[in-house]
């Protein structure tokens, strides 16, 4: 009885590690609470490059399947904290540290759906002098109320075709 007390105190640890830290949100995302306003620029398309040791990232939503009025403004949050936002069609770009990060895509405000996400996540690993592209897909059924949000890595061709049909967004946080 002594031996299984003993093996089932050592065997803990490694059951503990199988539970998740936290299910209440991504672990990309930030604070709830936090809001930016969001200004879209249809004629601006930087050339960027990654920083020196660094890698670039390239956050675009994409609301062609958006059928209802406002747009939303989505979140973009990296490890934990927010980066930025963008609003309609548009894109937002960010340097990242090389490593695994972790993304997350949420609504900023709260939109009444009877069905559906509001948000997602994904995680990657990021390359010095990599660029990765992120496709937010948001979606609005107004007949039954369904709403939807997907965060899926895009092919760089995919991601540049979208990102030179798209708005450069500008924001800053909301006081």
């Known amino acids: 009885m002594k031996v299984a007390a003993v093996l089932l105190l050592l065997a803990s640890p490694a059951f503990a590690q199988n539970v998740p ?26 050339a960027v490059q990654p920083n020196e040791g660094k890698a670039l990232v390239y956050f675009v939503e994409d609301d062609t399947e958006f059928g209802s009025f ?21 894109y937002i770009y960010f340097s990242v540290d090389p490593g695994e990060r972790h993304l997350c895509a949420s609504w900023q405000a709260a939109v009444v759906v009877r069905q559906g996400l509001k948000t997602a996540a994904a995680h ?40 030179n049909g798209f708005s450069l967004s500008t924001f800053h946080p909301k006081k």
């Open 70 to 90: 406002p747009k939303p403004t989505t979140r973009a949050g990296l490890d934990g904290k927010w980066v930025g936002a963008t609003h309609g069609n548009s």
């Open 124 to 163: 990657f690993t990021a390359n010095a002098g990599g660029v990765y592209y992120f496709r937010v897909k948001n979606t609005w059924t107004r007949d039954l109320g369904v709403a939807g949000i997907s965060l899926q890595p895009l092919d760089s061709d995919e991601g540049l075709l979208l990102v």
């Open 21 to 46: 830290a936290s299910s209440e949100a991504p672990p990309g995302c930030g604070m709830e609470q936090a809001k930016f306003d969001v200004k879209t620029d249809k004629g601006q398309h930087p």
